[in-house]
């Protein structure tokens, strides 16, 4: 298994301004991923972050709205920019452990955005 | 299109009794599954997982059943405890041609009741 912590835990924000949510493994992954769980859905992938490249966005979400940094193989950051009210949500960091099998989330960022 | 699908939103049961969740997919090249338990503010939290080589894995109170032909997967908790109550979600992916993201579904929310 691995220990995800995310800083912060939660945060309230003016419309306009950007966060940018810290992602720390106690061990070296390859694989880190950033999802979103808006109010009452599931969890939807944001990107995929691994180290020494470009994040790969999924459909639906750019680099320009949430930019991605993986500066090393423990450590992730995600800005959520120019927000709205819409991005309000949990915002969730993830690794891939286990042999490339098991999938573990950090406890998350509540975010709402006023 | 919804690949990933848990049919009942919430599910009651009493202490002690059998709690069985349910999850079904569409995607035939879906081949390792695993289920999630989340409280509120906190990231979910894995608690098995099974291959498609598979049709049971057992973890304790925990069993994983799979059934490849129907494309239903379902998680029996055995007995029940009040602290089960959580959102519980089934995740899925294709492992063949390298990683595949997971695809997870709605969730259904479990109450123990004592």
């Known amino acids: 298994s691995a220990v995800i912590s995310q800083k912060p835990s939660r945060d309230i924000c003016q419309r306009g301004t950007s966060l940018t949510i810290q992602c720390q493994v106690d061990?070296?992954?390859?694989?880190m991923f950033w999802y979103r769980q808006q109010p009452g859905q599931s969890l939807t992938l944001i990107a995929t972050?691994?180290?020494?490249?470009?994040?790969?966005?999924e459909s639906g979400f750019v680099i320009d709205k949430f930019p991605i940094s993986r500066p090393n193989l423990t450590f992730s950051t995600l800005t959520v920019s120019n927000m709205s009210p819409e991005d309000s949500s949990i915002y969730l960091c993830?690794?891939?452990?286990?042999?490339?099998?098991?999938?573990?989330f950090g406890p998350g960022t509540r975010l709402t955005v006023t | 299109d919804q690949q990933v699908k848990q049919n009942s939103p919430s599910l009651s049961v009493q202490e002690g009794r059998i709690s069985i969740l349910n999850c079904d997919y569409t995607?035939?090249?879906?081949?390792?599954f695993l289920w999630y338990k989340k409280y509120p503010a906190e990231g979910p939290t894995f608690l098995i997982s099974?291959?498609?080589?598979?049709d049971k894995n057992e973890d304790g109170r925990f069993t994983v059943f799979l059934n490849k032909s129907a494309k239903h997967l379902s998680l029996h908790i055995v007995p029940s405890q009040p602290g089960d109550s959580a959102v519980y979600f089934c995740?899925?992916?294709?492992?063949?041609?390298?990683?595949?993201?997971?695809?997870f579904g709605t969730g259904t929310r479990l109450l123990v009741s004592p």
């Open positions: 993830s690794v891939l452990t286990g042999g490339g099998y098991e999938q573990y």
């Open positions: 061990s070296q992954v390859t694989m």
């Open positions: 099974i291959s498609s080589i598979k």
């Open positions: 995740a899925a992916r294709s492992t063949p041609g390298g990683f595949q993201k997971l695809v």
């Open positions: 972050a691994n180290q020494g490249s470009e994040a790969t966005y």
């Open positions: 995607n035939s090249m879906f081949d390792y």
